[in-house]
C-alpha cells in the first residue's frame, strides 16, 4: 500500500497538471484570436448599438439617449431602401457570375498547360491592384460620353448607355470592378480545391467512357461543393459590405444624383461623416446591416445542410 | 514617453517665454528666436499650398523650431482626416489648413479650436475672408488663398460665332446679370451648335454663392427648401437655359475629356483653376481669361489656417499661422503654386499684379484676380445644413442636366429628399 501511495500522492497531481496541459493548452494557444476578436470585433459590435440608441455626434460624442428613433428614422427613409436594392443589385451582378466564371478559370489552369505557374500567378494580378486603380481604370471605360464601351457602341450604331445616369447600368459597370478584382481569387481557391480531387476518380470515369463535360458536372463540380459553399458565404459577407469601388464610381462619391449606385455602406458613411455627422443614425445602419448579414448567412447554413443532406458527392449514375 | 511629454511641454514653456521676450523687442513676426529648447510643429496641408519653402524659412529665423509638413493629396482626405482627429480628440496637425467650405459644418464646433484675434492682424484679409471664419467675434482661422471667379472663354470659337474675341470687349459683353449670359450663351448656340458652359451643376455653384443667405437665416435656422423662392429661381433660370449646357459634372471623366474636342466655350474660373484647365486642355489654343462675372463678383473655394486646441503648442502654432498668412509670405506662396493671396496688402502688390498667364493669351491674370476679389461683395451665410441642402439641389440639377431626366420632376424628387433630412 504504501508503496503505491506515496508515488500516487505526486503523480496525482502530475496527473491533474498533466490533464490540465492536455485540456487548457489549446485553449491557452487559441486565446489570441478571441482576445483580439472581443477587442475588435465584438466590443465595437456591442458598443454600435449602444452608439445606435442614442444621438451620437461625430465630433461632440455621445448625445441623449433616444432609444430606437435613429432606426426609424433610417427605415423612413427613401435613401435606406434604396441602398438595399443596390447593395443586393450589386451583390448579385458580381457574386453570381464570379463564382462561375472562377470554377471554369480554375478547370482551365488545372488542365495540363505549359508555364503552369505564369497563367496561375496571371489570374491573381488584378487581385493585387489597388481598388481605387481599378476605379480609375474603369472610369475610362465607363465614361457615359467619352468611355470606350459607349464609344464601341456608336462604333456599330447602337445606342450608348448611360452607365451614371441608369441605376441597372450603374451597378452592371460597379459589378464589373469587382469581378475584375474577385474572379482569379477565387479561381485559385477552386484549382486548390480541383487539385485535391482524388485523381482515381476521374480514371475511373475515363474508363467508364465519360466525356469531359460530363467529367466536369458530374465529378469536379459535386467534389467542389464544399468550397463552392465557403466561396459563396466569403463573397456574400464581402458583396453586401462593398464599398471602394461604387464610391469610386464617380467624382462626388454620393452614388450619384438619384443615389442609383449608393449601397448600404456608403450610406452608412453619408450618415456619419457627411453633413448630418450622427454617428447614432450610421450606427443604425451598421446594425440593421449586420442582422441582415446575418439572415443571410442563417439562410446560406440551412441551404448548405439541405445540400449535405442531399447526398455528398454525387454518385453518378454508372 | 512620459519623459519626452514633460520635457516638451518644458521647452514650449521655454519657447513661449522667450518668443513673449522677443516679441517685445521685434516687430517681425518671424523673428521670434526660440533660444531653449526645441518646438516640434506639424502643418497639416492639402493639394497646393506652397509653403515648402518658407517653412525652410521659418525654421531658419527661429532656431530650435523644426515644422513637419504633413500634405493630404486631396481636401477630401484631409476634411476626413480633420473630422476624425476632431472626434478623437487627438492627432492632428498643431496647424490645419481648412478649406472655406468646411466652416459650414465647422463653426458649429468653433470651441474645439484656437481663437485667433489678434489686434496685429485685424485688417490684413478682405472683410468676406475673415467673415466666413468668424463666429460671435471669434476669429478661428487665418486666411491663405481665395478663389475671385473670372469667366474663362475659348476667344477661337467665339469668333466662329462672330462675338467679339478681345479680352475687354468680352468683359463689356459678358457683364450684367445671369440672364444677359445665358442669352450671349444662346446666340452663341445657335451659331456654331457648341455648348456654352459646362454644366449646370458648376454654373449653380457660382450663382448661389451670390445670395446673402442661400439656405438659412442669419440666426441659423433654416429656409424649408419649398419656400425658397430665391433658390427656387435660379433653378428655373437654369433649367430654362438647359440646352446651352454641355451637361457635364465637373471633373468627371467627360469634362476632363471635354475639354480637348471643343466640348463647351466658357466656363466660371477661379485662379486655381488656371491650372487644371490648362492641364485638361493642354495643346488646345484659343483659352483666354475676361475680366467679368455674372450677378457681381463671386468666390469659390480658398482655405485658412486654424489651430486646433488639442495641439501641445498653441501659443507658437499660432505665431506660425500668423506669420504664413501674412502678406509677404502669401506672396511667395503665389509665386510659387499660384495660391492666390486674400491679403490686402498683397492685392497690390507688384508680384501678384503683374502675373500673366501664357496659356491664356497672355491674359494679365494678376491684374484681373485682384478686380474680382475686390468687387466681390457678398459673403454667403454657410451654417451648419449648407451642404445637405445644397447636395439636394445639386443632385435636383444634375438628374435633368447630366441624366436627362425632366427639371420639374426632379425639382419634386429632391424636396421629397429634402423632407427625408428630418430638418427644422
Redesign the interface.
Known amino acids: 500500500m504504501t508503496t503505491t501511495t506515496r508515488p500516487s500522492r505526486t503523480s496525482s497531481r502530475r496527473a491533474v497538471l498533466a490533464r490540465l496541459d492536455v485540456r487548457l493548452t489549446p485553449y491557452v494557444f487559441i486565446s489570441p484570436f478571441f482576445v483580439l476578436f472581443f477587442l475588435v470585433g465584438l466590443f465595437p459590435i456591442l458598443y454600435t448599438a449602444w452608439v445606435s440608441l442614442h444621438e451620437w455626434d ?4 455621445q448625445g441623449e439617449f433616444v432609444g430606437l428613433a435613429n432606426f426609424q ?1 433610417v427605415l423612413g ?3 435606406f431602401y434604396k441602398a438595399l436594392r443596390n447593395t443586393f443589385s450589386i451583390f448579385l451582378l458580381s457574386s453570381v457570375p464570379q463564382v462561375i466564371a472562377a470554377i471554369f478559370i480554375a478547370y482551365i489552369l488545372d488542365a495540363n498547360l505549359r508555364a503552369k505557374t505564369f497563367w496561375r500567378m496571371g489570374v491573381l494580378v488584378p487581385f493585387i491592384v489597388a481598388p481605387v486603380a481599378v476605379s480609375m481604370i474603369f ?2 471605360i465607363f ?5 470606350l464601351v459607349n464609344n464601341l457602341l456608336m462604333g456599330m450604331d447602337l445606342p450608348a448607355i ?1 452607365w ?2 441608369d441605376a441597372l447600368a450603374s451597378h452592371f459597370a460597379i459589378a464589373t470592378m469587382v469581378n475584375f478584382r474577385w474572379t482569379g481569387y477565387n479561381a485559385l481557391i477552386f484549382l486548390a480545391a480541383m487539385q485535391a480531387i482524388p485523381r482515381e476518380i476521374y480514371e475511373a470515369a475515363i474508363i467508364d467512357g465519360t466525356g469531359r463535360m460530363r467529367r466536369f458536372w458530374h465529378v469536379t463540380v459535386p467534389m467542389l461543393r464544399p468550397t463552392i459553399i465557403f466561396v459563396v458565404i466569403t463573397s456574400t459577407i464581402g458583396g453586401l459590405q462593398i464599398f471602394d469601388e461604387p464610391r469610386m464610381f ?5 452614388g450619384g ?2 443615389r442609383q449606385w449608393m449601397t448600404m455602406t456608403m450610406y452608412l458613411y453619408e450618415l456619419g ?5 450622427s454617428f447614432g443614425r450610421a450606427s443604425a445602419v451598421a446594425w440593421l446591416l449586420f442582422m441582415i448579414i446575418i439572415g443571410i448567412g442563417i439562410l446560406n447554413y440551412l441551404i448548405t445542410k439541405r445540400i449535405a443532406t442531399a447526398g455528398g458527392p454525387a454518385k453518378t449514375e454508372r | 514617453m512620459k519623459i519626452t511629454r514633460r520635457t516638451a511641454l518644458a521647452a514650449s514653456a521655454a519657447t513661449a517665454a522667450t518668443a513673449a521676450l522677443a516679441s517685445c523687442g521685434s516687430n517681425d513676426a518671424g523673428g521670434t528666436g526660440g533660444g531653449g529648447g526645441d518646438v516640434e510643429l506639424t502643418v497639416a496641408t492639402f493639394n497646393e499650398f506652397g509653403y515648402e519653402e518658407l517653412f525652410a524659412k521659418y525654421e531658419e529665423a527661429n532656431p530650435g523650431v523644426k515644422i513637419t509638413h504633413k500634405k493630404a493629396a486631396t481636401a ?1 482626405d484631409a476634411r ?1 482626416n480633420l ?1 476624425t482627429g ?2 478623437a480628440n487627438s492627432g492632428l496637425a498643431d496647424v490645419e489648413g481648412v478649406e472655406v467650405g468646411w466652416w ?2 465647422l463653426l458649429q ?1 468653433s470651441d ?1 479650436f484656437e481663437d485667433l484675434t489678434d489686434p496685429e492682424v485685424e485688417g490684413r484679409w478682405l472683410d468676406w475672408k475673415t467673415e466666413a471664419a468668424t463666429v460671435d467675434g471669434k476669429l478661428i482661422g487665418y486666411g491663405t488663398d481665395i478663389g475671385p471667379e473670372a469667366i474663362a472663354y475659348r476667344a477661337d470659337l467665339f469668333e466662329k460665332a462672330g462675338l467679339p474675341t478681345d479680352r475687354t470687349e468680352v468683359a463689356e459683353l459678358l457683364s450684367g446679370d445671369w440672364d444677359n449670359y445665358f442669352e450671349a450663351g444662346r446666340t452663341f448656340v445657335e451659331a456654331t451648335g457648341i455648348p456654352w458652359f459646362d454644366g449646370a451643376g458648376g454654373t449653380y455653384n457660382g450663382m448661389v454663392q451670390q445670395l446673402p443667405n442661400p439656405y438659412e437665416k442669419a440666426d441659423g435656422t433654416v429656409v424649408p427648401l419649398a419656400d425658397n423662392a430665391d433658390v427656387k429661381a435660379i433653378y428655373d433660370h437654369l433649367a430654362e437655359y438647359k440646352d446651352i449646357s454641355a451637361g ?7 469634362w476632363t ?2 475639354f480637348q474636342n471643343d466640348g463647351f466655350a466658357t466656363m466660371l474660373c477661379p485662379p486655381w483653376m488656371m491650372g487644371p484647365l490648362a492641364g485638361n486642355a493642354d495643346g488646345v489654343e484659343g483659352w483666354d481669361i475676361a475680366d467679368v462675372f455674372p450677378g457681381g463678383g463671386g468666390n469659390w473655394g480658398g482655405s485658412y489656417l486654424a489651430v486646433p486646441s488639442q495641439g501641445e503648442n498653441l501659443e507658437e502654432a499660432k505665431k506660425l499661422a500668423a506669420w504664413l498668412t501674412a502678406p509677404e509670405q502669401q506672396i511667395a506662396a503665389f509665386e510659387a503654386v499660384g495660391a492666390f493671396p486674400s491679403q490686402v496688402e498683397a492685392l497690390d502688390a507688384e508680384e501678384v499684379t503683374s502675373l500673366v498667364n501664357p496659356f491664356f493669351n497672355d491674359a494679365p491674370v494678376g491684374e484681373i484676380y485682384s478686380e474680382r476679389a475686390t468687387s466681390i461683395e457678398v459673403q454667403p451665410y454657410q451654417g ?5 441642402i445644397n ?1 439636394v439641389v ?3 440639377i ?2 435633368w442636366d ?4 425632366d427639371p420639374a420632376e426632379s425639382w419634386e ?1 429632391g424636396l ?2 429634402y423632407d ?3 430638418l427644422a
Open positions: 461625430l465630433i461632440r460624442g428614422f427613409t427613401d435613401s472610369a475610362k465614361a457615359d460620353q467619352s468611355g448611360g451614371h445616369s464617380d467624382t462626388a462619391g454620393s444624383a438619384s461623416w457627411g453633413p448630418q455627422v | 477630401d476626413a473630422m476632431l472626434a459650414a459644418e464646433y474645439v457635364l459634372t465637373q471633373w468627371s471623366e467627360d475629356a471635354a451648419p445644413n449648407f451642404f445637405v447636395t445639386s443632385d435636383a444634375t438628374r447630366v441624366d436627362g431626366a424628387q421629397s429628399a427625408e433630412l428630418g
